[in-house]
């Protein structure tokens, strides 16, 4: 059963290694330059606002000199920590997965048996 589940996950994984651009250069969907170059800016921008965020990260700014021994240790950063409360995102994603428990568990006595329509 796992398998004949698992092969069309594994043929659209092949189709979209194929078919998906690497790049704004490649994309055969772009038609024009000026969309190229669109694409082009907008990566650079993501690409820049990871950077920012990377400094945000170290407090000093600088980029990060930690080994890789220290990095698998797992330090607690509290800045991050800080940074995860105040983010939004964060908020929307636990009050919604609260909710939807909240409404399966609010009708655990109530079900399709006992209904009369």
Not at 72 to 96: F, H, P, Q, Y
Not at 99 to 114: G, K, V
Request: charged share 25%.
């Amino acid at each position: 059963m796992f398998i004949i589940e698992g092969w069309p996950s594994l043929l659209a994984a092949l189709v979209a290694w194929w078919w998906i651009p690497d790049s704004p250069s490649d994309a055969w969907f772009l038609k024009s330059p000026e969309e190229r170059k669109i694409a082009t800016v907008r990566l650079l921008t993501a690409s820049q606002r990871e950077q920012r965020q990377q400094a945000i990260r170290n407090q000093s700014g600088k980029m990060d000199t930690t080994s890789s021994s220290e990095a698998k240790l797992g330090r607690l950063k509290w800045r991050e920590i800080v940074l995860a409360v105040g983010d939004l995102k964060n908020w929307l994603t636990a009050v919604s997965t609260f909710l939807f428990y909240m409404n399966l568990t609010s009708d655990r006595n109530n079900d399709i048996t006992t209904r009369r329509y």
